[in-house]
């Protein structure tokens, strides 16, 4: 575990808030010009663009986020901490099918 207190975990969400804002007021002004252009292919070339920025950005930064706390096998397994939510929602102790669906529809695009 690179991170070992609670207080790194508390900075790592803070400065992924920071990151998700800055990356929320970048949206809208990239947004903003993507309405204005009318070339279907371009759209189409942006929003391509936009699908793997995200999938970096909040994809790898869960990854980093779990590798830094020392939990990156909580990626195929639920984590503990919501084993109480499992009674709520069904059976979710396994989380493989789910990111199983999203690697295929990354790849199918």
């Known amino acids: 575990m690179i ?3 609670a207080t790194a975990a508390q900075l790592l969400l803070a400065v992924t808030l920071v990151v998700l804002a800055v990356f ?3 949206d809208a002004r990239s947004y ?3 309405k204005t252009i009318d070339d279907t292919r371009e759209r189409k070339r942006i929003f391509g663009r936009w699908v793997v920025q995200a999938m970096l950005l909040f994809g790898g930064g869960a990854l ?3 590798a ?3 939990r990156l ?3 195929v397994a639920f984590p503990v901490e919501f084993l109480p939510a499992t ?3 069904g059976e979710l102790d396994d989380v493989r099918g789910l990111i199983t669906g999203m690697l295929f529809g990354l790849v199918g695009r």
């Open 3 to 5: 991170l070992e207190t």
């Open 87 to 89: 009674a709520l929602l």
């Open 73 to 75: 096998g909580e990626i």
């Open 68 to 70: 830094l706390l020392g």
């Open 24 to 26: 929320t007021i970048f």
């Open 64 to 66: 980093l986020g779990l």
């Open 32 to 34: 903003a010009r993507f």
